[in-house]
């Protein structure tokens, strides 16, 4: 059921209970989970707070809670899959949905009681689910009691001749149809709606309870959609245009404040950004080298392209020396100009989309970070492969300690996390060029096909989730910009399915699909299609993340998993 006061009909009624907070493993979740507890803390509730990075780890935790909790809380998690069915709460449970992932199930929308949605809607999504007349429709007592009896010779003779009860079974029989008909269109797609934690901070800005702090994790939560490609770039700009607005009510508050206090005050800056990963964390020439626009313009795993970037280079008129510094030690006059001279040697390069509207936040005149650079610390932080056990799940100690790189922004975590990231992206680079080189992205008709070797270097890293998404889209765009033109126009169509390993032991890989690079509204319709496939082939696979794009499966189903996607996907 979906809430239109959430203020009354969600935050009101928790207020003297005790709260299970059930946070998915996206930094967007640990955001929205970092506003309520500060919400949590200005009203005294008292919560636990646990990870989840499946659905059986949902089924898990539940069932370790549900004794002393009856108000759960589900960030990230729980929209997309029938809860009644999967958890089987006791009717004095109530749960609380506030999840990006889409389509939401039609269970949870239409449940008049037990599971409630919180959202920040558009219309269009709305329309978009089917009427509930359309997907649930009674029967009467006596029809249903007649088919119960058709085991009765004596009822199959007396149906046989009963018009009205055939007429009846043939209507039902298309209505049935029909109703496949509109679920399948319904469900045929998955994509993301607006995150978690923007939902949470536009809650605590209708209670006057929001702040600068509270803003920069809504605006990391965003930041995060996009950097990791959920969604596209129209979207991004609608949702940065209101965090710019909450951003200039709070710094003017502030500045009508004391100026002592302003200046221990976090203020949060809106600025037109390069979009280079980590460039101030950095040196130049290593974010240019990382950044999925420079690395799949310039090619720069080969020998042309990292000509082509030393070019690059000089156009800017800055000397090597002075690119291969760290950010901080460059010199000042170049750091000052370094965004102009970019764009100005962009545009004669062919190079789009190098800048990007985004958000800087501060302390006083000290410690400063972009938004971009702490959702990939952050993000680091979660899927830290050195914290992980042998079969690639994600250590709770990763959570916590991504909850404290997200704390104060000057954070030692913040600073690991940046590192970390550095590591991976590094990964990303080295990976994509060997890719490439050996010819390993494959078209398969209709869809590219690629996968990671057990031998690969550094192949821990993609066994993680949003590393993968991450690697894929590296791999897709670099890719594609490697084709001839007529190729090109074709492949920017297609869609990538990429394979890694998750569990040597046990012999399970991880399997993702991503949308083609044309498409920005990111919808997959990976979800659906993995699901007949393994129905097609009685692959073994496990279909257990709260992303349907995203599966597990034996390594020996995988040969025929594939050929039946194909032939689906056709």
């Not at 055939?166 to 995150?195: A, N």
């Not at 972009?370 to 100690?397: P, R």
């Not at 919808?523 to 129905?535: M, P, Q, S, V």
């Amino acid at each position: 059921m979906l809430l239109t006061d959430p203020v009354k009909d969600f935050f009101h009624k928790i207020v003297h209970q005790r709260v299970l907070v059930m946070v998915a493993l996206d930094v967007d979740a640990l955001c929205a989970c970092k506003i309520l507890q500060s919400l949590f803390r200005c009203d005294n509730i008292q919560y636990t707070l646990v990870p989840v990075s499946k659905k059986s780890d949902l089924v898990r935790e539940y069932e370790e809670h549900k004794e002393q909790n009856k108000h759960i809380i589900l960030l990230n998690c729980g929209a997309n899959i029938d809860l009644l069915n999967t958890l089987d709460p006791s009717e004095d449970v109530t749960f609380y949905v506030i999840d990006s992932h889409r389509p939401i199930d039609l269970v949870n929308f239409y449940c008049e009681r037990q599971v409630y949605l919180i959202l920040k809607h558009n219309q269009q999504e709305i329309d978009a689910i089917p009427d509930y007349d359309v997907i649930y429709r009674e029967y009467d007592s006596d029809e249903e009691e007649s088919e119960g009896d058709d085991d009765t010779e004596q009822v199959s003779k007396r149906r046989r001749f009963d018009e009205a009860s055939l007429m009846r079974k043939k209507e039902r029989r298309e209505w049935e149809e029909r109703r496949k008909e509109i679920i399948f269109d319904y469900e045929e797609f998955s994509y993301y709606g607006t995150c978690a934690s923007l939902i949470v901070y536009d809650l605590a800005w209708r209670m006057s309870k929001d702040n600068n702090e509270l803003l920069w994790w809504a605006i990391a939560g965003v930041t995060d959609q996009f950097q990791n490609k959920r969604i596209g770039r129209d979207r991004y700009v609608t949702g940065v245009l209101e965090l710019q607005g909450h951003m200039s009510r709070l710094n003017h508050a502030n500045e009508d404040e004391d100026n002592s206090k302003s200046i221990d005050c976090m203020r949060i800056n809106f600025e037109h950004d390069l979009d280079l990963a980590l460039y101030r964390h950095w040196s130049l020439f290593e974010s240019l080298c990382h950044s999925i626009s420079t690395v799949s313009a310039f090619k720069v795993w080969t020998n042309i392209g990292m000509k082509k970037l030393h070019q690059f280079l000089a156009e800017m008129g800055i000397p090597l020396t002075q690119c291969k510094q760290n950010y901080e030690f460059m010199d000042t006059k170049m750091r000052d100009n370094l965004q102009t001279l970019v764009e100005e040697s962009a545009l004669k390069f062919g190079l789009k989309n190098l800048k990007f509207q985004s958000f800087s936040a501060q302390y006083g005149f000290n410690h400063k970070i972009c938004a971009s650079d702490a959702v990939y610390s952050v993000n680091a932080l979660l899927e830290n492969i050195k914290l992980t056990d042998t079969n690639g799940m994600t250590d709770k100690s990763n959570f916590v300690d991504a909850l404290e790189g997200l704390s104060r922004i000057s954070a030692p975590k913040m600073k690991e996390g940046l590192e970390l990231a550095k590591l991976q992206l590094q990964a990303i680079r080295n990976n994509v060029g060997t890719f490439i080189d050996v010819g390993q992205v494959l078209s398969y008709g209709p869809f590219l096909y690629t996968s990671i070797k057990e031998g690969s270097p550094d192949y821990k890293y993609f066994s993680h989730p949003t590393h993968l998404n991450l690697f894929s889209h590296y791999l897709l765009q670099s890719y594609v910009r490697s084709l001839g033109k007529s190729k090109r126009e074709k492949a920017i169509h297609l869609p990538l399915v990429i394979c890694a390993p998750c569990d040597i032991e046990e012999g399970i890989s991880i399997i993702a699909g991503i949308p083609p690079l044309a498409d920005d509204s990111r919808k997959n319709l990976f979800g659906n299609a993995f699901i007949h496939a393994a129905e097609r082939t009685k692959s073994r696979t496990s279909h257990d993340y709260f992303d349907s794009s995203i599966i597990t499966m034996k390594n020996e189903d995988r040969s025929k998993f594939i050929d039946a996607l194909i032939t689906i996907m056709t």
